[in-house]
C-alpha cells in the first residue's frame, strides 16, 4: 500500500478546508460546494481502492517519530486494516453524499463558505481518528471533531440558545475526553506503548497482568467513550447538538462522530476483554441508555429531537453488544445505523427545507403529496430502523437482540430492555411518519402555497441512503457473515459463536418483528386512525410531561453540578478574589512607599554620600569584626 | 645592618597607619575644598601603602613593596584624572566646593 495514496487521502479534505476558509468567500458559493464535495470524494475513491486491495494483513505507516523518551516511543503514523477501511468507507461515503447534499440546503447561507469549511475540516480529524496508529493520534482526531462539532452546532452563532447548545456540547465532552486521556495515560504506564499492534502483542503474550489497573483503565476509557457517543451519564449534549444544520446533524450527530466511541472500543477489543466487569458495566449502561432514550424519543415533538433521541437510543444498544464482547455485531449496527439514519436527518432536512425551517411536528402533516421522494426515503428507512424484514436495520438490531439474549438465556435481562427499546423505537419513529406526512396539513397557509419536493441535490443522495438502508443488511446475514469474517483478524477471540439458526433464533425473530409491527399499529391506530395531534407544550400532563422535560435530567444537572459552581464561583469572585487582589496591590503599595523614603536618601549631596559610604565601610568592618566572638 | 622594624615594633607602624587613615576619613568627611577631600583620600592611601610596606618587610616577603608600587601607580592616575575633573568643574561652575555639588540628585 502507498504512503502517498494515504497521504492523500487524509489531506485532500484539509486541503478542501484550506481552500474554503481562506478563498471560500471570494470564488463563490458553487465553488465552494463543488470544491468541499470533490475532496470529500477523493477519499472516498481512494478508499475504495484501499478496500478492493486491502490484505489481511494491517498496514502500518509510521511517518516519523513524533515523542521518543528513552524506551517509550510515540510515531505519527497510520494503521490501516479493516476496521479502520470500514469507518474510512462510510465516513468519506456518507459525507460526500452530505456534502452534496449540503450544495443545495446551504446555498441561501451567507456563510456557506465556512460551513463546507468546518465539514472538510471535520472530515480530515475523522479521518485522523480513524486510522491513527496510537491512542495519542487517536486523540488528536478525537478532540479535532469535537471541536468541528463545536463549531457547527453554533453554526447560526446569532442565536444565543444554539451557542448555548454548542457550549454545553463540548464542554460535556470534556468530560468524557479526561477519561479518555486518563486511560491513555494509564495503558501508557501499564504497557509503555500507545500503538495498537504493540499493545496488541503486549497484551496478548503478558500473563500477568495487573487486573485492577486493566479495569481502571477500560473504565476510563469507556468513560471517554459515553461522552462522544453520547451515553449516560452524559447524554443530554446530543438532542441539544440539533442546533446546528441539519446536514451536520446527519453527518456529525448520527452516522460519523457519535460513533467514534464504538470504533474506539473496538480498536481496543482485546484490553476490554481482559475487563469483564467493565464489560458488564458497558452492557448495562448501553441498555439503560436505549431505554431511557427511547422512552424521551415517544413525545418528542421537534422532528430532529426525535430523531436525536433515537440516535441516543441506537447508539445505546451498539454499546450493549460492545458490553458483551460481540464487537462485530456493534460494527454492523454502526453501519446500518450510519445508512438509515442519515437518511432520516435528511429527509427531515428535506421537510424543514420545505416548511422554511419549520421544525414542529405539529405544524406539518399531509406532506406526502407535496413531497412523494423525501416520504418514500424516509418511509424506507423508518421501516429500516424499526427493524422490519428484509431491511437493514433488521438484521442488525436482530444480532444484538439475539446476542443479548444468548449472553443470559435464564434470565435475558439485557434482551428484554432491549426488545422493549425497539418496540418503542418502532412506534416513536412511524409516529414522526404519520404526523409529518399523512393527514391534513396543519401549518401557515403561506407555507401549504409553499410546498414543495427538494431539488435533485437534496433527494439524489437521499434516495442513495433509502436504498443503501434497503440493502445494507446483506453485509451480514445470518449464517453467511461477510462482516464477521472480513473483521475475524481484529478480535482475539471469536467472543461467541456465529448463531446457527435454530428454533430459538426464529422465535427471536418472530418476536422483534411482532413487536415492531406492534409498536407501528399502535401509531397507526393513534395518529393516523384517531388522528390525534401532540398537545401543545403547556397542555401536556402526567407522565408525559415527565418524557416530554427528558426526566428533567437538564435540570437535575443544572442543581446539582451548575449552579453549585456557580455559587462556588460568584464566592470565589467576591471574596477570595478580592483578598488576592488587596493582597497584591499591598504589596505593590509597600514596595512603592520603601522607594519613595529611599528616594530621599539621594540628595545628590557628596558629602552626604561620602557619610553613608564610611559609615557602611565601618559597619562591615564592626561587623567581621565581632564575627571573630560568635562563631 | 639591623632591621628597623627591630627598633620600632611592627604595633607602632600599624597605630601610625590607623591615625592616618583615621585623619583621611574625617578629611573627606569634614572639609568640603575638592582638593582637600582629594589629599586626605591620598593619606588614606598612603596609610595603606605603609602597612604594605611594614608587613612586607616583617614577613620577610618582597610581594608587599612590590604591590605598594601598583598602588602608587594607580594613585597617581586616579589623581591625574580627579584632578582634570575637578578643572574642568570648576571652569563649568566656578566653585570647586563639594556643598554645592547637587548635579547628582536622583
Redesign the interface.
Known sequence: MDTNLVLVLLLAPFLGFLFNVFLGKKAGKNVVGIVGTLSVAVSFAITLYLFANSSQEPVVINLFDWISIQRFNISFGFLIDQLSILWLLFVTGIGSLIHLYSISYMHDDEKMHSFFAYLNLFIFFMITLVIGSNLLMMFIGWEGVGLCSYLLIGFWYKNQDFNDAAKKAFIMNRIGDLGFLIGIFIVGSLFNTLDFTNLRTTIESAKDVNDLWIAIAALALFIGATGKSAQLPLYTWLPDAMAGPTPVSALIHAATMVTAGIFMLTRLNFLFDLAPSVQNIIAIVGACTALVAATIALVQNDIKKVLAYSTVSQLGLMFLALGLGAYEVAVFHVITHAFFKACLFLGSGSVIHGLHGEQDMRRMGGLKKAMPITFITMLIASLAIAGIFPLAGFWSKDEILMTAFHANPSFPFLWIVGSIASIMTAFYMFRLIYLTFFNSFRGTEEQKHHLHESPSLITVPLIILAILSFVGGAISLPGHSWLNDYLAPLFTKVAHEEHTLGSTEYMLMAIATIGALIGIGIAYKKYLKDNTIPSEDAEITGLSKVLYNKYYVDEIYDSVFVKPINVLSDLFREHVEKALSALVFGLGKVTNEIAIQGKKAHNGSIGFYLFAFVIGVIVILTYLFLQQFFI | MDNILNQIGIENYIFLSVILFCIG?FG??YR?NAIV?FMSIEIMLNAINLLFAAFSTYHQDAQGQIFVFFSMAVAAAEVAIGLAILVSIFRNMGTID??N??????
Open positions: 576619613v573627606v568627611l568640603r577631600v563639594v556643598g555639588l547637587k548635579n547628582l540628585k536622583g
